[in-house]
């Protein structure tokens, strides 16, 4: 296949590649924690109020998640500008060639999250207004968790179709680039993150001693919130590990590496002693589900550092005979254009170096705009010129010094008092040459 290869903008990083990978990492880190609880929380609140028609503590619990989700919403968008800068700076060439090729979806990113924001906003904001209309209410909440849904397929379609220019020439739009492999197997694995993060996130949260008079429970309903916040948890690490092992199997061989694999069964293996201590609070019979729970916080930070790890040494490895490839059309070209301009430097010495013929630079200047070389313009052509003066070089320069007007159909010739003798004979000789 005949991979598109463009020519990089030869400008110097703003700061060492190695800073800025870290840079990229870190940054990504923090943009997808908030992105995981924007997203969780979304779905989590819209899932209470549905269950809050039947149970009105239901209810409470779904606007007290709502109120979470726009700051969590807010904190994900201004963490996501670092990585996007980065990443626009370290891959600049397929970054702007896949943000092309998918053209209108990613253009459409920004009104997409401006629309999400207001549903967001309206949904908590308005909680009052929607009392007697539940429907309507739960259906922005729906489209709210829509949007945030959607949106990070076609980021995650862009980042994917990066990778491999060799997909390039094939893709139509985003749907076609949506449907390349192993973009589908990434985007349930990450919906399978936030549901994980954001309900481990509301574990915590509702433990707190001031949850349960903020939200109105009793002790036992504040137990079986909790509980169903873990067993979603619970849920969502066991499909994590297994999606996980799919995403594995169906990455492209091009960006693989022991490294990488090793990266990324650490961090798969990391939420096993997790799943098993949280199954030991879930089964246990006294509720208590803070046993091991900062274990399970650390061991998942270490599951996210070193997924976030291998997906930057991946996207190295996939990239690196393209980005050498690049290097090396962007070397040419910058020899080829230190060439044309050698060329065109040693062009201007010499002709710098030949001698300048007076008479013909005067008459560029003064005269070639009425006279051309063998065709009648405003004036006479040369050639004409040359029979009337043949051999009377002192006639042509009375003229030139005070003209006439020899036709009728023709304007007069406008005197030239500028000119000194020299320049006149100069002009003289070289038309009459």
């Known amino acids: ?57 239901y209810e409470r619990l779904a606007y007290k998640i709502a109120q979470a989700v726009t700051v969590n919403k807010s904190l994900a968008v201004v963490m996501g500008v670092a990585p996007l800068l980065i990443i626009n700076t370290l891959y600049a060439p397929q970054f702007y060639a896949s943000s092309a090729l998918i053209g209108g979806a990613w253009m459409a990113v920004i009104p997409l999250v401006a629309v999400a924001f207001l549903l967001a906003y309206a949904h908590k904001f308005w909680w009052d207004r929607f009392v007697n209309i539940p429907e309507l209410h739960i259906g922005i909440a729906a489209l709210e968790s829509a949007l945030f849904l959607f949106i990070p397929l076609i980021y995650m379609t862009n980042v994917n179709l990066m990778l491999f220019p060799e997909y390039w020439p094939e893709v139509k739009g985003f749907f076609s680039a949506m449907l390349l492999p192993n973009v589908l197997q990434r985007y349930l694995h990450f919906v399978s993150a936030a549901i994980l993060f954001s309900a481990l996130f509301f574990v915590w949260w509702s433990g707190r001693p001031a949850f349960q008079a903020e939200v109105k429970l009793s002790q036992p309903l504040l137990q079986s919130v909790r509980r169903f916040f873990y067993a979603f948890a619970f849920g969502a690490t066991i499909f994590q590990i297994l999606s996980g092992l799919v995403v594995f199997v169906s990455l492209p061989a091009q960006g693989m590496s022991w490294g990488v ?101 005067a008459f560029q200047r003064n005269c070639a705009a009425c006279h051309h070389i063998n065709l009648p313009t405003v004036g006479p052509d040369m050639g004409e010129i040359r029979r009337i003066y043949a051999g009377d070089a002192k006639g042509l320069i009375r003229w030139t010094q005070n003209p006439g007007k020899k036709r009728e159909n023709s304007m007069q010739m406008p005197g030239f008092p500028h000119l000194s003798e020299t320049e006149l004979q100069a002009i003289a000789d070289y038309m009459l040459r």
Not at 4 to 33: K, N, Q
Not at 35 to 55: A, E, P, T, W, Y
Not at 293 to 319: D, G, K, N, P, W
């Open 261 to 361: 694999t090793l990266l990324l069964f650490a961090g798969g293996g990391f939420g096993i002693p997790a799943l098993y201590w949280m199954w030991g609070n879930l089964v246990n019979p006294d509720n208590s589900l803070d046993r091991h729970f900062s274990r399970i916080i650390v061991l998942f930070a270490c599951t996210i550092l070193a997924m976030a790890v291998a997906r930057h040494q991946y996207r190295e490895h996939a990239l690196k005979d393209h980005k050498a490839a690049i290097a090396q059309k962007t070397a040419n070209y910058l020899a080829a254009a230190a060439d044309a301009r050698q060329e065109a430097e040693s062009a201007a010495l010499a002709q710098q170096s030949e001698p300048v013929d007076l008479g013909e630079q």
């Open 1 to 57: 296949m005949n991979v598109p290869v463009p020519r990089d903008i030869p400008l110097p990083l703003p700061a060492p590649e190695g800073l800025l990978e870290v840079l990229l990492i870190v940054s990504f880190i923090v943009h997808i924690v908030f992105v995981h609880m924007m997203l969780g929380g979304s779905l989590f609140s819209l899932f209470c109020q549905i269950k809050g028609l039947k149970q009105i503590e």
